[in-house]
């Protein structure tokens, strides 16, 4: 039974590190290459360490770790789609849940269902925690692509207010302080930029 258990679990764990080799659209901080999905996770978790301070009152932050950790194994079936790139976002959260299905699927039942239920909780995102785990999820990209001189904010033609329209209302929801430091800084970058 027990190693039945630990086979499951062994297999997650080796499934989990395919994100490894899922690439983003984000550039590392000394821009020598795109930041993979596995790196992004585990970067945002420490965001989540270190700016709890930003997080309203009684938001968990070991929930929003698991989430954050969580959040993008599915990218390891449905690859990773860059905010400013133009999805067809029916077609990619369909292809996300059969993702989690699968995925999860390869755990006990007990982890499949909290790690799914996690998942599904950070998609939603309806829970104080799921907004604060969402608001670093896309707080995280500009301020790598702020420390890279722009990032890839070349690469897409972003524009100050595509990054308002699709980043700034959902950092806006669970970490109000921190879009406005980040809004800031974004409208000082496109001052000196142009």
């Not at 994100?19 to 999905?37: M, Y």
């Amino acid at each position: 039974k027990m190693t039945v258990r630990l086979d499951q679990q062994i297999a997650f764990l080796n499934e989990a590190d395919k994100l490894k080799s899922i690439d983003r659209a984000t550039v590392l901080v000394d821009r020598s290459r795109a930041e993979n999905s596995a790196e992004h996770s585990w970067h945002l978790t420490l965001y989540a360490l270190v700016l709890s301070d930003q997080a309203k009152s009684g938001v968990n932050i070991a929930r929003v770790i698991k989430m954050l950790i969580l959040h993008d194994l599915v990218e390891i079936d449905a690859g990773d789609n860059p905010i400013f790139d133009d999805v067809d976002v029916a077609t990619m959260e369909a292809a996300e849940q059969i993702a989690a299905d699968r995925i999860f699927g390869l755990l006990p039942n007990d982890l499949r269902d909290e790690f799914h239920s996690i998942w599904e909780e950070f998609e939603a995102a309806e829970t104080d925690d799921a907004q604060f785990a969402k608001s670093l999820d896309r707080f995280q990209p500009p301020m790598l692509n702020l420390a890279a001189g722009g990032g890839s904010w070349t690469d897409y033609n972003v524009t100050e207010q595509m990054i308002e329209d699709r980043v700034g209302s959902k950092i806006k929801v669970g970490a109000p302080a921190l879009w406005d430091y980040a809004r800031a800084k974004i409208s000082a970058f496109f001052r000196t930029a142009n």
